[in-house]
């Protein structure tokens, strides 16, 4: 009896999961129609009938009250988790005893980061959130929830079968000579030539990294990549897994195998750094051609479970290859969440994958746009507690700094763009009221346009990272057979 719903102010569904005992439930108790066609929009709105009540109570409680509830427990002792994020409500519930609090509070917020990865900083904006995590075509809205879904199953799987998943820390398989040899190879080989092709389509591979099931065998940050956060990380694992599960009971051999055939040390939870720009690497002992790290194993057990590979079927490549993905940045001029990349997953083995993480062309664009949004929040801040002329524009970079740099920014977009219109009449609108000689200037009434402006500036990132525009005959991504390349060569 589980369920994970989100939900806007007027209690209209914006997501939901539900585990087929409390499905049953809710069928049971409104005798939602499941006529073909008409499944999803019917037990939409029997959950929504359920509860409308608990949500309609809670923005009661804050607009009376200025607080709210944030867990109960009913009589038949499910458990019923709150947490108001912006205008979307999270409502976790258990019903079986499996979870507690504890439990439901993380799952809500595993769900909050998966879509704050998937959506990026339209999260920011509860009104263009609820328009991508509800779409009007209900064909469109059944693939995106199911995705979701999905997604939060594998998360419940690993946090139930998965030590690192428990403890939320990656884990890395030690095995110093092997590990060591992978990195090399993505470091000399893999990145190296992915970077210098006419066929990547201007992307930058930035990470690569091996994961054997859930465990990184071998992670790789070119010079100029920032450290990857752990909570991307484990996100990024979830993705994977999610794409090309693990059969566990299949693809790994029991504990006696693992010591006679692997010699691995302890495994061990750690977040990894940026690779070494020294390339420390290329001092050690090994044999080396050139700048090609030589593989020479001797041991027959070794040999054997190489030959033996070839004998698996690998995974077909998943048809969502690359994913867009929002991950957090950190550059020497400050913090970037939510900065676009491209996710490319590709299966070697099965249970062996290698993930790759690129920059793409116009991540410069997201940059600009979080600083905007950054200076309209905290004005928009001032405002509220009371601050008004100078005191509300004050601060690094100012207001008066912004205003320059936006008016450049709206011309590079150039006009064609309806959004990029809808942000120039917003902004003159803005600039008429705070600086014009004889307007009302900085106050309280110049709240509702720093969140218009807020509004339109998350409408261009959306515009620019999650909606397919421009010719379809420019690549945009690395190209197919480069990553098909890429995989024959790590396999």
């Not at 693939?143 to 199953?153: D, P, T």
């Not at 299949?250 to 020294?278: A, H, I, K, L, R």
């Not at 249970?351 to 790759?356: D, E, Q």
Request: charged letters at 25%; aromatic letters at 8%.
């Amino acid at each position: 009896m589980k369920c994970l719903l989100i939900a806007s102010e007027s209690a209209e569904v914006l997501f939901h999961w539900t585990d087929p005992e409390f499905q049953q439930s809710i069928q049971e108790q409104y005798g939602a129609s499941q006529e073909e066609g008409q499944g999803l929009p019917a037990f939409e709105d029997s959950i929504s009938t359920l509860f409308a009540p608990i949500i309609i109570s809670c923005s009661t409680m804050v607009d009376r009250l200025g607080d709210s509830y944030t867990s109960f427990t009913t009589e038949n002792n499910h458990i019923y988790v709150l947490h108001q994020f912006d205008e979307c409500l999270y409502i976790a519930v258990n019903g079986d005893g499996e979870e507690g609090e504890d439990d439901l509070r993380r799952k809500i917020y595993v769900m909050k980061k998966m879509i704050e990865v998937l959506f990026g900083m339209v999260t920011l904006s509860s009104n263009l959130l609820r328009k991508e995590l509800r779409p009007q075509d209900t064909e469109q809205r059944a693939r995106l929830w199911k995705h979701l879904q999905s997604l939060l199953e594998t998360y419940s799987h690993l946090r139930e079968n998965d030590q690192s998943f428990l403890v939320e820390a990656v884990e890395r398989l030690i095995h110093p000579t092997l590990c060591e040899q992978c990195i090399e190879f993505l470091e000399r080989r893999l990145v190296q030539q992915l970077n210098s092709s006419v066929e990547r389509a201007g992307e930058e591979v930035l990470h690569a990294f091996i994961l054997v099931h859930t465990k990184l065998l071998a992670f790789y940050s070119s010079r100029n990549a920032s450290t990857l956060a752990t909570s991307d990380l484990l996100a990024l694992i979830i993705m994977a897994q999610n794409m090309y599960p693990s059969n566990v009971d299949q693809d790994d051999p029991g504990p006696e195998d693992v010591e006679s055939t692997s010699g691995s040390g302890p495994e061990s939870f750690y977040t990894p750094e940026p690779s070494p720009t020294d390339r420390d690497s290329s001092s050690s002992d090994k044999p080396v051609r050139g700048s090609t790290p030589v593989f020479e194993f001797v041991d027959p057990d070794i040999q054997m479970a190489e030959d033996s590979l070839q004998t698996l079927e690998v995974p077909p490549p998943d048809p969502s290859t690359p994913r867009r993905v929002f991950l957090e940045v950190s550059l020497k001029e400050g913090l970037y969440p939510m900065m676009p990349h491209s996710m490319y997953c590709l299966p070697l083995w099965p249970g062996i994958t290698l993930v790759l993480l690129t920059k793409i062309p116009t991540s410069a664009v997201a940059m600009s746009v979080y600083k905007f949004l950054e200076a309209f929040a905290k004005l928009e801040m001032r405002l509220s507690e009371g601050q008004e002329g100078s005191a509300a524009t004050r601060g690094q970079p100012t207001i008066h700094d912004v205003r320059s740099k936006l008016d450049k920014f709206i011309k590079a977009l150039g006009p064609s763009e309806i959004q990029s219109a809808q942000l120039q009449n917003v902004w003159t609108e803005f600039k008429n009221r705070a600086f014009a000689r004889g307007g009302p200037g900085f106050n309280k009434d110049l709240i509702p346009w720093c969140k218009n402006m807020k509004t339109q500036l998350c409408g261009i990132y959306r515009q620019c990272f999650l909606i397919d525009s421009g010719p379809a005959d420019i690549p945009r991504c690395l190209s197919p057979g480069l990553q098909e390349r890429a995989q024959t060569m790590v396999q």
